[in-house]
């Protein structure tokens, strides 16, 4: 079982949803940045990045026998909030074409470094399979 929770008279968030209650097993990703699968960053951007995070937790989630639709919450570490409302439009675009119409509890956040120096974001995410 999964359920939105939108407030009545609330506005409908853009992209995410404000709460999920959700029934089943649950499976976390650590922190996953955007380098590929030899360890090695090929993009330098931000969306570029953010674009081969998600690959990654797909590939992840899949491990669990989980995918994208299971997503119920996220967090997403930045390096630059600034990158990233310029980059929003191709954040949107490789959502839509990794993830596909998956709207779950997310916060982003902007943070000083990283232990991988030239991440530029990193994103940890729980995702809820249900039962049967």
């Known amino acids: 079982m999964r359920q939105t929770l939108q ?3 609330w ?3 853009k992209g995410y949803a404000n709460g999920i209650a959700a029934e089943g097993r649950m499976v976390f990703t650590a922190g996953v940045v955007g380098w590929n699968s030899r360890e090695e960053f090929e993009h330098d951007t931000l969306s570029g990045q953010f674009r081969q995070a998600l690959e990654n937790i797909k590939e992840i989630l899949k491990e669990g026998d989980a995918v994208p639709d299971h997503i119920v919450r996220m967090t997403c570490y930045v390096s630059s909030c600034a990158e990233y409302n310029n980059s929003i439009k191709e954040i949107g675009e490789a959502w839509r074409e990794v993830f596909g119409k998956v709207f779950p509890c997310m916060a982003v956040l902007e943070v ?16 809820v399979v249900p039962e049967g």
């Open 7 to 9: 407030p009545e008279g």
């Open 11 to 13: 506005p409908r968030p």
């Open 112 to 127: 000083s470094r990283f232990v991988e120096p030239k991440a530029k974001v990193e994103i940890e995410t729980t995702a």
